[in-house]
């Protein structure tokens, strides 16, 4: 009796894979070489905390390079965008405003977010590797699946891609919302190696080089009282990753009501990701409607501008010396600004590993 | 011949003997039973539960106010033996109590007996209270003081808003504490003994105490903000010394 159920069982495993080696032989797109993606190491720039990486999407020397390949290739999408139209490496991988319903919504920077607990203005996506997911509704790529398909099976390089990263021999053969995911999950990992870590305030911090006077002056405003910058700008990594009101807005109404849309809380509306200012210089418009264009705009609002009777505005904000704005003269000022550039990294917009693949 | 016997019959009774000891150390020793503790933190103020951003706790000075943010070190975390001394447990922990996980941790391996209590500091003890001395993580990163205002770590941000003297403008207080002398070394007494298992050791953080005895502090007058006065920054790290009862 077990003997004969042996054989059942062996015959019932050879129905189940036969199909499969027919249609592999069919579409004859399973390269001969063994699935054996590489780890890829993520290299933590010295004084960063490790990075936060999920188990479901472990970053592969193969899933980068697919990732980075689709991040500037416009095979997404139906209407000629790819990630890079909004991601300009120039520009720390932000690019002004999109607007979404009518309303300006500031194209956040993509620099460091393996460190990220959450993502977009309001914290809305939970894990970055589900972010681009909502890059293919109309408002985006608006790709017809079967034409995505087609075009994926018949691309010199990536079939083989698909089944190096994710042992995916043919995407066909994969629903349309799996193919979606892994499309996104590939994008992001090329997305989590694009770490900034030399600006001049890194090699500062590490005494390798000193700031100018003016800068220096600037570093003081920014961590001290005078600026109180550091609270929600701080450490390393230049974000308490918090959501703050600092004061914008009276009248909280669509996209402006911030981390409310998410939590449904009334004590969250109004208040923003707080972003890190690494690049600051090369991300204008500011704020998460990119509603100031200079840094002299943002400076001036923190200086004179801000509603202290917003609704739910954040604590820090009403401080006794900021009761009547942060009193800072025309060269304080300046000087806050000369040191926020020093946040620029140039060898990272610039790194080769980071720009569109040959 | 016979000399010879009788050293190898030496020989062999050594051998032996060692074997026996060997034997003997091999055999387990009884280990003491080891016990755990579990320290859980919940949150009041005067006996009611904390909530969060609701106007609707009033401090000896009167001030209503509203809580938005606590975020703080405990630090030395030792148990007192009746001769006082103290055997330390944890070096330090990070509590943030809109986060369950973060606000309760279980020590390993304490040794039975009995203890007379509890003490720790809440903030960071002078010798790690310098800036990248503790593990690089963001929740101790986001509690750095500035190195241009002297470095280390916050000791504790509690933050919240509060009505101004007339009634009718709400604004923000933000409780900082940093710099070494403001460390608040805390001691429970309170006996406990450990002869295996786990044990939980319940505390409470009563928020208002942070705003009395030695000093009834007010909002208004001694200042919404802490952490560049150093008066205001005395005031309130000499009434932590009790915001803590276990029960």
């Known amino acids: 009796m077990k003997k004969e159920l042996c054989y059942l069982a062996a015959a019932f495993f050879l129905v189940l894979i036969y199909p499969s080696?027919?249609?592999?032989?069919?579409?004859?797109?399973?390269?001969?070489?063994?699935?054996?993606?590489?780890?890829?190491?993520?290299?933590?720039?010295?004084g960063f905390p490790q990075p936060v990486l999920p188990d479901f999407n472990p970053l592969t020397e193969e899933g980068v390079r697919l990732g980075r390949m689709l991040f500037y290739d416009s095979i997404v999408s139906s209407n000629g965008l790819?990630?890079?139209?909004?991601?300009?490496?120039?520009?720390?991988?932000?690019?002004?405003?999109?607007?979404?319903?009518?309303?300006?919504?500031?194209?956040?920077?993509?620099?460091?977010?393996?460190?990220?607990?959450?993502?977009?203005?309001?914290?809305?996506?939970?894990?970055l590797d589900h972010v681009p997911i909502g890059d293919f509704t109309p408002d985006f790529f608006n790709p017809n699946m079967d034409t995505l398909v087609r075009r994926i099976k018949n691309h010199p390089q990536y079939p083989t891609l698909f089944y190096q990263a994710f042992n995916v021999s043919d995407v066909g053969a994969i629903t349309h919302d799996e193919l979606k995911y892994k499309i996104s999950y590939a994008i992001i990992q090329f997305v989590r190696t694009l770490i900034s870590s030399n600006s001049k305030y890194d090699r500062f911090v590490k005494h390798q080089v000193i700031l100018t006077p003016e800068e220096m002056d600037g570093y003081i405003t920014y961590y001290t009282e005078k600026g109180d910058c550091f609270h929600c700008h701080g450490s390393i990594l230049l974000t308490s990753n918090t959501y703050n009101n600092t004061g914008l807005d009276t009248v909280f109404t669509g996209q402006n009501q911030g981390r409310y849309l998410v939590t449904g809380n009334p004590n969250d509306i109004g208040r923003f990701s707080a972003p890190s200012l690494r690049n600051i210089e090369l991300t204008a418009p500011y704020m998460h409607d990119g509603r100031f264009q200079t840094l002299d705009d943002v400076v001036e609002f923190y200086n004179s501008g801000?509603?202290?009777?917003?609704?739910?505005?954040?604590?820090?904000?009403?401080?006794?010396?900021?009761?009547?704005?942060?009193?800072?003269?025309v060269q304080d000022k300046a000087n806050l600004i000369a040191f926020l550039k020093t946040l620029t990294d140039t060898s990272f917009i610039n790194n080769p590993d980071f720009l569109p693949p040959h | 011949m016979k000399k010879n016997q009788l050293i190898a019959l030496l020989v062999f009774i050594v051998f032996f003997a060692s074997c026996k000891n060997e034997k003997a150390e091999e055999e387990p020793t009884p280990v003491p039973p080891a016990s755990s503790m579990t320290l859980k933190v919940s949150y009041e103020v005067d006996g009611i539960s904390l909530v969060y951003d609701s106007l609707m706790y009033s401090?000896?000075?009167?001030?209503?106010?509203?809580?938005?943010?606590?975020?703080?070190?405990?630090?030395?975390?030792?148990?007192i033996k009746s001769d006082s001394s103290k055997v330390l447990m944890k070096d330090y922990h990070y509590f943030d109590a809109t986060i369950a996980s973060t606000n309760q941790f279980t020590i390993e391996n304490i040794p039975e007996g009995g203890f007379i209590g509890v003490s720790f500091n809440i903030g960071i003890?002078?010798?790690?209270?310098?800036?990248?001395?503790?593990?690089?993580?963001?929740?101790?990163?986001?509690?750095?003081?500035?190195?241009?205002?002297?470095g280390g770590y916050h000791f504790m941000k509690f933050e919240?808003?509060?009505?101004?003297?007339?009634?009718?403008?709400?604004?923000?207080?933000?409780?900082?504490?940093?710099?070494?002398?403001?460390?608040?070394?805390?001691?429970i007494y309170a006996p406990v003994y450990f002869n295996h298992g786990n044990?939980?050791?319940?505390?409470?953080?009563?928020?208002?105490?942070?705003?009395?005895?030695?000093?009834?502090?007010?909002?208004?007058?001694?200042?919404?903000?802490?952490?560049?006065?150093?008066?205001?920054?005395?005031?309130?790290?000499?009434?932590?010394?009790?915001v803590f009862t276990h029960h």
């Open chain 1, 21 to 46: 080696c027919k249609k592999d032989n069919k579409t004859n797109e399973v390269p001969v070489v063994p699935y054996t993606p590489t780890p890829y190491q993520l290299k933590v720039p010295a």
């Open chain 1, 82 to 127: 790819r990630c890079a139209s909004c991601h300009d490496a120039q520009k720390a991988f932000s690019k002004g405003i999109f607007v979404l319903g009518g309303e300006n919504i500031s194209v956040p920077p993509l620099e460091n977010l393996a460190w990220n607990p959450d993502f977009e203005w309001f914290g809305q996506v939970n894990a």
């Open chain 1, 306 to 329: 801000v509603h202290l009777n917003s609704l739910n505005i954040d604590p820090l904000m009403t401080k006794p010396a900021k009761l009547n704005g942060l009193q800072l003269t």
């Open chain 2, 59 to 79: 401090n000896a000075a009167g001030n209503n106010y509203s809580v938005y943010m606590l975020q703080y070190f405990l630090s030395q975390i030792s148990l």
């Open chain 2, 125 to 150: 003890d002078p010798a790690h209270n310098i800036t990248g001395a503790l593990p690089n993580n963001t929740n101790n990163n986001n509690m750095e003081w500035p190195e241009p205002m002297g």
């Open chain 2, 160 to 187: 919240g808003h509060f009505l101004n003297v007339t009634g009718d403008t709400l604004y923000g207080f933000n409780m900082h504490l940093g710099k070494n002398e403001n460390l608040v070394k805390v001691e």
């Open chain 2, 199 to 242: 044990f939980i050791y319940n505390m409470t953080m009563n928020l208002n105490e942070w705003f009395k005895n030695p000093y009834t502090y007010n909002f208004n007058t001694d200042g919404n903000y802490t952490m560049a006065d150093s008066l205001a920054m005395h005031k309130i790290s000499s009434n932590g010394t009790d």
